[in-house]
């Protein structure tokens, strides 16, 4: 039996946006076409058909599944025909995909309402053998990866052509080359069916650095100043001379001459000098690669500095890069147009704040420069580093929904006057405050940092604030503290959503060692920062430990081998009670050092038991956060016992009693304000703090034969840190910013009784790493002093090394010191923060008020890096000279000292 096939075919091929439709039939009359056949070639109706069988033909590589997924057809799908566009977009969804080079759609046959279709397609060509030509073998592996081809893989579409050829000359380019062009020579591949062999032949042109950015047409702002805008478009180092004697289609080339230099006073000014030398010298760090990208960026920048300057109608005629000598010459014609000045500004619909209050946060007077970009930050309109704008004063008080326009109305000359319209809206109640990620932390710790609660008026700066606190927490990654404020404008209410991503903060101190006839050596410590004493019994909060309450619990033992051994631990719960953030912290340590006695027969070292220094204390403070001045400030309170029991000793420590028990009691009144943005990297804010610790004035009240059983003294402090960031931040998180720190420590001892001696405990060590030693058993405070050894005068000329220093006792009453740190952050991620610092101290301590002379300080310059690990805290060392250490003919590395610094930065 013969079986015929009437077989009909819809070929709709898109060509921009229109649609052609073709009807093929095949050599068979039409009078063995079956009815439905016919109606469906000359319809008199529409008529609603249905897939009843789907095929896909042609296809050897590609799943016909994904193709029809792909095409949006199925069996089953119901279509009108005419009038559908099924088959069209089912076309159009195929051919965006560039997995085919034709695409065909037949019906085979009709039986009813029910339709058969094939979907017929010509697959592209695969990637069968390639290579390139003309470049390194590393070259090609760089470009196999940027590119993504690979054999078999890759379908040899126009777009995979054109990509290749694009990827590949801008490596080359990237990489300083200019005029490169790639070649694509593709032959069928004689094992793979249905692929090409490709061969990508790249001819590189000549690798060039631009030696020159010349301006033209610009009258009023100089050259120098729009170079340095370009921050990706850089010129090359050179030294010569002989200038260049390149020559610009656009005109002359104008310099600055050495008359005009000397008419200017310009060697009193860095910029100017450098820019008379520039055709003979210039010295650059940066790359002077032509990057195409970046150059269209830098045309922006160039253009935003013009609008900066008031020049807002300037333009960028034309620009041109010319090669010559292996040399690129960039050459951007500008036209300034007029500068402008702001006018007069009024303003509209205005209600909470008064005209006079806006115009001071406004801060633009008439006849400023005119920027606009100022203008749109100090309404806040543009994000801005500043904290307060126009937006965010109206958002202080509720009004969330608050929209503010400005509106140029004049422009008369060089002058242009706005009116700023306000429209102020209703204030806004925060609804909910809705808190996720929290699987650790528990929620009311949270909720108590917050200065957004429902009920209350929305406000920018209480979520600002809110921000700091929990970033001070160090519970969370910096990155997730970002409030989504949701807000109905139909009930006049906003929902404050937070989404934390909890990290570890706790920290674990871990060394050992062995040998140098000591024994073992070593420390171990760790730091709970979110820990639960309240779980402390339950079995299932285990997990390891109970933590989520925002406890503190510290533990650590440090021992010496036989020569020395220490326990500490100290709790701290910051909000006794649960309701105010009064805080409670408990400290007890117990440290015993041994007195060397000689060597055994074995070489190992032998200490005299009979020979120690026991040192029990314990301390108890209570803080309160205050609200006036305001709520940053911070107190405390502290009393602390501490018992030194001294058995043969008291010479080692230069004390005035070789054996016996002396008792330290103290009262310790603290008062802090800390408004730092971050704990780990500051970028804004500052820390002050003034203290005094007084033990009572025994000697007063009755006999003075052993003053030393209870020390007498009072002791003063006062510490000032501030952070001010330098600069644009820059980078995708604008988080890349210089940040100047600046200290000033302060600090002295008194006594009651001028007839007794300074007590020999609570004095003040200066020099080294500020790490603690044997001294901090005495109660000394340990100030870092980089540059410089331990020292005990107060001559900045004499500063013997730590090994030839001998006994360290009878240290310091009063001292001084001055720090400047410019810091730059090389990675700020939540697995860790480093960055690196150049620094500026002045130190210096005295033993008596007589010879106290504030001017007379030992000075030191260095660089550092801080490394910040979450499990480890903070690591650091630093490179100090101490300038007073030089000498002559000795060179840097007599006065230069390695300083390190495990878990804290020191004072």
Not at 185 to 193: A, G, H, L, Y
Not at 375 to 398: C, F, H, M, V, W
Not at 821 to 827: D, G
């Amino acid at each position: 039996m013969r079986f015929f096939l009437y077989r009909f075919c819809v070929t709709i091929i898109s060509l921009t946006t229109v649609n052609y439709v073709f009807a093929q039939t095949d050599t068979i009359p039409d009078g063995n076409l079956s009815l439905e056949m016919q109606e469906w070639q000359n319809p008199r109706q529409p008529k609603e058909y249905v897939i009843a069988d789907l095929k896909v033909t042609g296809a050897n590589y590609l799943d016909s599944t994904i193709i029809l997924s792909v095409a949006g057809l199925q069996k089953g799908q119901r279509f009108v025909y005419p009038g559908s566009d099924v088959f069209s977009r089912a076309i159009q969804n195929l051919w965006r995909q560039k997995l085919v080079a034709d695409i065909k759609i037949y019906v085979t046959n009709i039986i009813g309402e029910n339709v058969s279709i094939e979907v017929s397609v010509k697959e592209m060509p695969r990637l069968g053998d390639y290579k390139f030509e003309g470049v390194k073998k590393t070259e090609q592996e760089e470009l196999v990866k940027k590119t993504a081809i690979a054999k078999q893989t890759t379908i040899l579409s126009e777009n995979t052509r054109r990509n290749i050829i694009d990827v590949t000359k801008t490596f080359y380019e990237e990489k300083g080359f200019s005029g490169v062009t790639v070649d694509l020579v593709e032959k069928p591949d004689p094992i793979f069916k249905n692929s090409n062999t490709l061969t990508i032949k790249v001819n590189k042109g000549k690798k060039v650095k631009i030696d020159g950015i010349n301006f033209f047409g610009n009258e009023n702002v100089r050259s120098v100043k729009l170079k340095k805008q370009m921050k990706g478009t850089k010129e090359m180092t050179k030294m010569t001379l002989f200038p260049s004697s390149y020559v610009s289609t656009y005109g002359p080339i104008k310099q600055y001459t050495f008359g005009e230099y000397m008419n200017d006073w310009g060697f009193l000014t860095g910029t100017k000098s450098l820019e008379v030398l520039d055709p003979y010298f210039r010295f650059k760090f940066s790359s002077s690669k032509f990057n195409q990208k970046k150059y269209t960026e830098d045309k922006e920048k160039v253009l935003n500095y013009f609008n900066a300057k008031g020049y807002r109608d300037a333009q960028i005629l034309a620009d041109t890069q010319v090669v010559q000598n292996n040399k690129m010459y960039v050459d951007i014609k500008v036209n300034e147009g007029r500068k402008y000045y702001f006018g007069n500004t009024v303003w509209k619909g205005n209600s909470v704040y008064s005209d006079t209050v806006l115009n001071n946060i406004l801060n633009i007077n008439k006849g400023d420069t005119y920027d606009g970009s100022i203008l749109n930050k100090a309404l806040g309109i543009e994000p801005s580093q500043d904290a307060q704008d126009i937006q965010t004063a109206y958002r202080d008080r509720g009004y969330l929904f608050i929209n503010v326009t400005p509106v140029e109305t004049r422009i008369y000359n060089d002058t242009i006057d706005h009116e700023i319209r306000v429209v102020e809206g209703p204030q806004a109640r925060i609804k909910n405050v809705n808190i996720r990620g929290n699987e650790r932390t528990k929620e009311h710790v949270i909720r108590r940092e917050m200065r957004t609660y429902p009920g209350a008026l929305y406000s920018q700066s209480g979520l600002m604030r809110t921000i700091r606190e929990l970033n001070a927490l160090n519970y969370f990654e910096q990155e997730s503290i970002n409030p989504q404020p949701v807000p109905n404008q139909n009930d006049g209410t906003v929902d404050i959503n937070w989404s934390l991503k909890e990290k570890s903060s706790d920290q674990l101190e871990l060394s050992a060692g062995w040998g140098g006839g000591i024994g073992l050596t070593g420390t171990l410590g760790v730091t709970f920062n979110n820990f639960s004493i309240r779980n402390i019994w339950k079995k299932e909060a285990w997990d390891p430990l109970p933590v989520g309450d925002g406890q503190k619990l510290s533990l650590r033992v440090q021992s010496n081998g036989r020569a020395f051994r220490s326990y500490n631990f100290s709790f701290t719960e910051p909000w006794l009670g649960g309701k105010k953030r009064n805080s409670l912290i408990l400290s007890y340590n117990n440290s015993k050092y041994y007195n060397l006695a000689g060597f055994t027969s074995r070489g190992t070292y032998e200490y005299d038991k009979n020979k120690s220094l026991t040192v029990n204390g314990f301390s108890v403070g209570l803080g309160k956060q205050l609200n006036w001045p305001d709520d940053y400030f911070y107190m405390t309170s502290t009393v602390a016992l501490t018992r030194y029991n001294v058995k043969e000793m008291g010479y080692i420590y230069q004390l005035p009693f070789n054996t016996g028990v002396s008792n330290n009691l103290s009262l310790k009144f603290a008062l802090q304000r800390n408004s730092v943005s971050d704990p780990i990297f500051p970028r804004s804010g500052s820390d002050l703090m003034f203290s005094v610790q007084a033990t009572p004035p025994y000697s007063l009240f009755g006999s003075k034969d052993d003053q030393f059983k209870f020390v007498e003294y009072h002791k003063w402090r006062f510490n000032s840190t501030w952070y001010v960031p330098l600069g644009r931040g820059k980078g995708e998180n604008k988080d890349r910013q210089f940040v100047l720190k600046l200290a000033a420590k302060y600090g002295f001892m008194g006594k009651y009784n001028p007839k007794l001696d300074f007590s020999p405990f609570e004095r003040f060590q200066l020099g080294d790493a500020g790490l603690n030693n044997t001294f901090s058993l005495t109660g000394f405070d340990i100030i870092a002093h980089r540059g410089y050894p331990i020292y005990n005068t107060s001559d900045p000329t004499i500063n013997p090394d730590n090994s030839s220093q001998g006994n360290f006792a009878n240290f310091f009453t009063i001292f001084n010191k001055y720090q400047a740190e410019l810091r730059y952050p090389l990675v700020t991620n939540p697995s860790s923060t480093i960055f690196g610092l150049a620094f500026f101290e002045a130190a210096n301590g005295w033993k008596d008020y007589k010879d106290y002379n504030p001017f007379k300080l030992r000075r030191s310059v260095g660089l550092g890096m801080r490394f910040y690990l979450p499990m480890f805290g903070l690591l650091g060392f630093d490179y100090g000279i101490g300038l007073d250490r030089l000498t002559p003919g000795g060179g840097i590395k007599g006065a230069g000292k390695f300083t390190f610094m495990l878990g804290f930065e020191p004072e």
